[in-house]
């Protein structure tokens, strides 16, 4: 078994396009109503978490040596993402009473999970491991209720991400092969890749995909789409090479067409509320203009002329590398405006130039781009009147661990 980057159950990619608030870090259900197992599982947290790291060092230590069957699921280097699945199965436990957002996040997790090849058998050898290292390093505080508290929690959230897998087996395939047909490169560490999956595949403008090179097997990294779907089905993705990043430099420096890549199936919630005539206040910084672009193409094909407001941010003219497409679009569509914010140029921050325009009041805000840039941009927002409910992002957890 394998894991997404950390989960943030508040505010996971995965969660219902209509609870937008994406909170920069997870909010527990309120202490006061916590479940005596929540109490439980909580105080257990608290005790390891000085020691985190070794409370992950030896889960997957247990796991390897207990079940060295498993190792195959996981990459061979695991300094980068090894302590993803322990920290998937953590946040989750200790948001366990808050089960009206935590089960669509472990539903997508489960479904998630297929292309990893992970099977129901793998979850008992997991959930064994798990506690055996709680119990190891929270020992001050463990005790038969702790431990039975665990078991519950886990054997909750195995049990829906199994199902949920289960589900998906029917209708979708673990994985998509994707041919890629065209390799632009617009910098040097900026390329706009296209590819065409092997089967149909369904997904939403503003989702992202895992994506797998054929240079770093089981190595998978979030990219979003960078285009609303297509009638020739082909997809794209702007991937910046990041220092270390094994599969952004893959992408960037050696894809080709022809290569062949995976993909995991599409995810994430920063999608259009088509059923609301609200403007959009969409903040793109480097990269992250690729789902706004989608976004836009998405307004565009539902036909409503609903303004869409898009601030672009990068550091420098040359880092606007899809700036040309933006124009374009602009020009073909009278109710979108598309201003670039340069670092180097503006007295300030991509977030900050917000405040010089609106009124505000009357649109959802969409956010893409760095993690800082998504922080930022939350305070600036919601110090421009927006309510938090009608902000989007993808999780910044998971952005922090994601992108190389
Ligand atoms: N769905 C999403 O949220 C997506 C996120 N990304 C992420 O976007 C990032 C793109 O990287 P680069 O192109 O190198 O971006 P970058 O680091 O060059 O930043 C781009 C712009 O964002 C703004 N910004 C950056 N940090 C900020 C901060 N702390 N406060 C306020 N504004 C800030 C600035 O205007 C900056 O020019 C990656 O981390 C990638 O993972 C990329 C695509 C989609």
């Excluded at 000085?50 to 390897?64: G, I, N, Q, R």
């Excluded at 991400?161 to 632009?184: F, K, Q, S, T």
């Excluded at 590819?195 to 369904?202: A, E, I, K, L, M």
């Amino acid at each position: 078994m394998h894991a997404e980057p950390p989960p943030a159950p508040t505010a996971p990619r995965s969660h219902p396009p209509s609870s937008v608030s994406q909170a920069p870090s997870p909010a527990p259900a309120p202490r006061e109503d916590a479940s005596p197992d929540a109490v439980l599982i909580r105080r257990t947290m608290a005790t390891v978490a000085p020691v985190a790291d070794k409370v992950t060092s030896y889960f997957y230590a247990l796991l390897f040596v207990h079940h060295p069957e498993l190792r195959p699921l996981f990459p061979a280097a695991m300094d980068a993402q090894r302590d993803r699945l322990l920290k998937a199965l953590l946040t989750a436990a200790e948001h366990i009473d808050n089960t009206g957002v935590l089960v669509p996040y472990l539903q997508n997790l489960g479904r998630g999970h297929r292309k990893y090849g992970t099977e129901p058998a793998h979850y008992p050898a997991v959930g064994e491991c798990l506690i055996g290292s709680l119990s190891r390093y929270a020992e001050s505080v463990w005790s038969d209720e702790t431990e039975a508290a665990w078991v519950r929690a886990y054997t909750t959230i195995s049990q829906v991400m199994i199902d949920a897998a289960a589900a998906d087996e029917l209708r979708a395939p673990a994985w998509w092969h994707a041919e890629v047909v065209a390799h632009d490169l617009r910098t040097p560490d900026v390329a706009v890749v296209t590819v065409r999956p092997d089967q149909p595949y369904p997904f939403l403008a503003g989702q992202y995909a895992s994506v797998e090179t054929p240079w770093w097997p089981r190595i998978w990294r979030h990219y979003s789409f960078a285009s609303a779907p297509r009638s020739d089905g082909l997809l794209s993705f702007h991937v910046k090479a990041v220092p270390a990043g094994w599969v952004s430099n893959a992408l960037v420096h050696r894809a080709r067409p022809g290569d062949v890549i995976r993909l995991g199936p599409p995810a994430g919630s920063m999608t259009v509320d088509h059923s609301t005539d609200s403007g959009l206040l969409c903040l793109g910084g480097g990269t992250g203009i690729a789902p706004i672009k989608a976004l836009v193409e998405d307004v565009a094909e539902h036909g409503k002329r609903r303004p869409v407001e898009v601030f672009y941010g990068a550091r420098t003219d040359h880092d606007l590398y899809d700036i040309d497409t933006m124009l374009r679009l602009q020009q073909t569509h009278p109710w979108l405006s598309v201003r670039a914010i340069v670092d180097q140029q503006a007295n300030v921050q991509l977030p900050d130039a917000i405040r010089e325009y609106g009124p505000w009041n009357e649109f959802d805000a969409y956010l893409s781009g760095p993690p800082g840039m998504i922080r930022s941009g939350v305070d600036a927002l919601r110090g421009v009147g927006i309510p938090f409910e009608r902000i989007r992002h993808d999780s910044v957890e998971e952005l922090v661990a994601t992108g190389s």
